[in-house]
T-cell receptor, first 112, second 110 residues
Framework: NAGVTQTPKFRVLKTGQSMTLLCAQDMNHEYMYWYRQDPGMGLRLIHYSVGEGTTAKGEVPDGYNVSRLKKQNFLLGLESAAPSQTSVYFC???????????FGPGTRLTVT | EDQVTQSPEALRLQEGESSSLNCSYTVSGLRGLFWYRQDPGKGPEFLFTLYSAGEEKEKERLKATLTKKESFLHITAPKPEDSATYLCAVQETSGSRLTFGEGTQLTVNP
């Protein structure tokens, strides 16, 4: 099992450009999450999904959109990147219930 | 609103010098408290889940404990390979989301 994978690993964008981050999991998990991690701020939830075709806003959703068309994939989109979106992005997944989340290796995004 | 505060922010130990990391939390109803380890440039790696006050779990040199207001991660006779950032997170009874603390950066010197 690959677990949770993320593509790409690194990306540099210019202000105003768009991109999509892909998260895939092969553990048949119902729930999937997107976080961003910034120095001094910890991990903050952007959006999450409790099942195929469902999405919900987290703590810091502005400037991001998500889609979960297939159970195993969760996409995070930036329509018009801003320097404030420079961060490390992590995807996670888990089974429904009080169970641990499994994290991907992260995507380091720089917006200039 | 759920809150998680970890202390200290950073901790330096000598190899073999035992210590504890603290995670204080405020949540309306606790469903679970989670400890993770994060190495530089990698995603968080799950360590423990604690569900109720008084519960304890152990793994190698690590032991996690839980009270109604805080959790401790005890590190016994640490080794340099225990150096990492340790994250604490809480899940409340009404949902699936986790609220994370900012972490404690542990450095163990040989």
């Amino acid at each position: 099992n690959a677990g949770v994978t993320q593509t790409p690993k690194f990306r540099v964008l210019k202000t105003g450009q768009s991109m999509t981050l892909l998260c895939a999991q092969d553990m048949n998990h119902e729930y999937m999450y997107w976080y961003r991690q910034d120095p001094g701020m910890g991990l903050r939830l952007i959006h999450y999904s409790v099942g195929e075709g469902t999405t919900a806003k987290g703590e810091v959703p502005d400037g991001y959109n998500v889609s979960r068309l297939k159970k195993q994939n969760f996409l995070l989109g930036l329509e018009s990147a801003a320097p404030s979106q420079t961060s490390v992005y992590f995807c996670a997944s888990n089974l429904a219930g009080p169970y641990e989340q499994y994290f991907g290796p992260g995507t380091r995004l720089t917006v200039t | 609103e759920d809150q998680v505060t970890q202390s200290p922010e950073a901790l330096r130990l000598q190899e073999g010098e035992s210590s504890s990391l603290n995670c204080s939390y405020t949540v309306s109803g606790l469903r679970g408290l989670f400890w993770y380890r994060q190495d530089p440039g990698k995603g968080p790696e799950f360590l423990f889940t604690l569900y109720s006050a008084g519960e304890e779990k152990e793994k190698e040199r690590l032991k996690a404990t839980l009270t109604k207001k805080e959790s401790f991660l005890h590190i016994t006779a640490p080794k340099p390979e225990d150096s990492a950032t340790y994250l604490c997170a809480v899940q409340e009874t009404s949902g699936s989301r986790l609220t994370f603390g900012e972490g404690t950066q542990l450095t163990v010197n040989p």
